[in-house]
């Protein structure tokens, strides 16, 4: 079976740091991959998409960036963190061929401070 | 562009009453619709997909949704509520190789 596995759960930064936040899929191949960003009593807002390693789309534009260096692996970044980074990041994962449902991560709560 | 939307932001039921949630959708031709749940600081488990078919579908944990293409409605219900129904619900719509989700509707269960 499949699992999607993100960390750290949770993180506390101040501001101006760099950020790496990591998702990775076990049981598939060839996953696109997701992510979202759920801001406090907001809904999901999909920040990045993957179709393959080294292929993102870019969804919104911010001061953050993804990078996809192997085929299960996800990883979202950023040089220098704003307050307005803050919220709940959500990794998913759908099989491409075998429906559009896609699997969401446990998510990694940001602090920045 | 296309949009999902859930008119109700919060929604609160007695435990045993029954529920349904409101979600309409914006692209007509041949959708395909999700409901996922969120409990707090958890990820989004998935209760149910249409894709085509019977129009009413059964999910799990004893939900089911009704599609309706002439109101542009994929509506979730379930007929008696438990207090582990506590969370909030996102209603989505594929666009190509992403979803577009709703706002959310959090579901509160009294005792």
């Known amino acids: 079976s499949q699992t999607i596995h993100q960390w750290p759960a949770t993180l506390v930064q101040p501001v101006g740091s760099p950020l790496s936040l990591e998702c990775t899929v076990e049981?598939?191949?060839?996953?696109?991959l997701y992510w979202y960003r759920q801001a406090a009593g907001r809904g999901l807002q999909l920040l990045f998409y993957s179709v393959g390693i080294g292929q993102i789309s870019s969804e919104v534009p911010q001061n953050l960036s993804a990078s996809r260096p192997q085929d299960r692996q996800f990883i979202l970044s950023s040089k220098k963190l704003l307050l307005s980074d803050s919220g709940f990041y959500l990794c998913?994962?759908?099989?491409?061929?075998?429906?559009?449902?896609?699997?969401f991560g446990p998510g990694t709560r940001l602090t920045v401070t | 562009a296309q949009s999902v939307t859930q008119p109700d932001i919060h929604i609160t039921v007695s435990e045993g009453a029954s529920l349904e949630l409101r979600c309409n959708y914006s692209?007509?031709?041949?959708?395909?619709l999700f409901w996922y749940v969120q409990s707090p600081g958890q990820g989004l488990q998935l209760l149910l997909k249409?894709?085509?078919?019977?129009?009413l579908v059964q999910g799990i944990k004893g939900f089911e949704a009704e599609f309706k293409r002439s109101q542009s409605s994929f509506n979730l219900r379930k007929p008696s509520v438990h207090w582990s129904d506590a969370a909030e619900y996102f209603c989505?719509?594929?666009?190509?190789?992403?979803?577009?989700f709703g706002t959310g509707t959090r579901l509160q269960v009294f005792p």
């Open positions: 049981g598939t191949s060839n996953p696109n």
């Open positions: 692209y007509g031709a041949t959708p395909y």
């Open positions: 249409y894709f085509s078919g019977d129009t």
């Open positions: 989505a719509e594929r666009d190509t190789d992403k979803l577009i």
């Open positions: 998913a994962w759908r099989q491409p061929g075998q429906g559009f449902e896609q699997y």
